[in-house]
């Protein structure tokens, strides 16, 4: 007689705990969020090209790009770039920024009003 030992024992079989759905809906929100933070910073003035921002000098792009905080976590955005653009037949400039605390990419855009134009 042979004693069978060791009978694939299955312990922590699936432990009844609630479905991940409720993180999905949790994380669905938090993007629906995000999106509309970033729809909102886009209606900003400076946040589209139809809206830029009213500057006298390309000097101050720099310093009104850093002074604005991340529209998603109101971090601090570095400036990486600074790019002339053309939109409906104006000339633009687009600073292009990164957030350093959620490394969400923003751009901010200006047009250079020349005081000698008046
Ligand atoms: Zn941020």
Redesign the pocket.
């Known amino acids: 007689m042979s004693k069978k030992e060791g009978m694939s024992k299955k312990e922590g079989m699936s432990k009844k705990g609630r479905p991940r759905t409720e993180r999905r809906v949790r994380e669905r929100a938090a993007r629906q969020l995000v999106r509309d933070r970033q729809k909102l910073a886009s209606l900003e003035r400076g946040g589209s090209p139809d809206h830029p921002i009213d500057v006298t000098s390309t000097a101050v792009i720099p310093v009104r790009a850093r002074g604005t905080p991340?529209?998603?976590?109101?971090?601090s955005?570095r400036l990486d770039e600074e790019t002339a653009e053309m939109h409906a037949g104006k000339r633009l400039r687009a600073a292009h920024l990164t957030?350093?605390?959620?490394?969400?990419a923003r751009r901010l855009w200006f047009e250079v009003s020349s005081p000698l134009a008046n």
Not at 70 to 75: M, Q
Not at 99 to 104: D, L, N
């Open positions: 991340c529209p998603l976590c109101d971090g955005l957030c350093v605390s959620c490394g969400v």
